[in-house]
């Protein structure tokens, strides 16, 4: 190991401390963590649901899907669809324009971690053409 080791304790963050993050219409975004260089937290999404278009800034994104389904539409005018179901994960690099949606049944819960620096939700009007 080069590193030395750090004094500094783990810590628990308990689901009632969550806060609410920033909005994006079709989405409930909770915040567990935002420490420099990394957001980490959870997002709803209803059935039938469509969030606005918006990217995470510099942030590179990983979601990993607990349950339900997601869909997310990116690239040149939202042309390009990934759909994930519970127990898969989506990445999403720094700056690309996208909205998610549900197209199940059921709501959606995912859990989101963001690496990266500055805000890190940017609403948009759509996608690039």
């Given at each position: 190991?080069?590193?030395?080791?750090?004094?500094?304790?783990?810590?628990?963050?308990p689901?009632?401390?969550?806060?609410?993050?920033?909005?994006?219409?079709g989405?409930?975004?909770?915040?567990g963590?935002?420490?420099?260089?990394?957001?980490?937290?959870?997002?709803?999404?209803?059935?039938?649901?469509?969030?606005?278009?918006?990217?995470?800034?510099?942030?590179?994104?990983?979601?990993?899907?607990?349950?339900?389904r997601?869909?997310?539409?990116?690239?040149?005018?939202?042309?390009?669809a990934?759909?994930?179901?519970?127990?898969?994960f989506?990445h999403?690099?720094?700056?690309?324009?996208?909205?998610e949606s549900?197209?199940?049944?059921?709501?959606?819960?995912?859990?989101?971690?963001?690496?990266?620096?500055?805000?890190?939700?940017?609403?948009?009007?759509?996608?690039?053409?």
């Open positions: 190991m080069d590193a030395e080791p750090n004094a500094v304790p783990v810590t628990h963050v689901a009632e401390s969550f806060r609410d993050g920033e909005p994006t219409p989405m409930t975004r909770h915040v963590l935002d420490v420099a260089g990394m957001w980490s937290g959870t997002v709803d999404t209803e059935a039938g649901a469509v969030s606005g278009w918006h990217h995470h800034g510099s942030h590179e994104t990983t979601i990993y899907v607990v349950r339900g997601m869909r997310l539409d990116s690239g040149p005018d939202g042309a390009t990934v759909e994930a179901h519970a127990g898969d989506i999403v690099p720094a700056f690309a324009v996208h909205r549900n197209p199940g049944d059921e709501a959606s819960k995912a859990v989101v971690v963001r690496c990266g620096d500055g805000p890190p939700t940017f609403n948009v009007d759509g996608p690039a053409t």
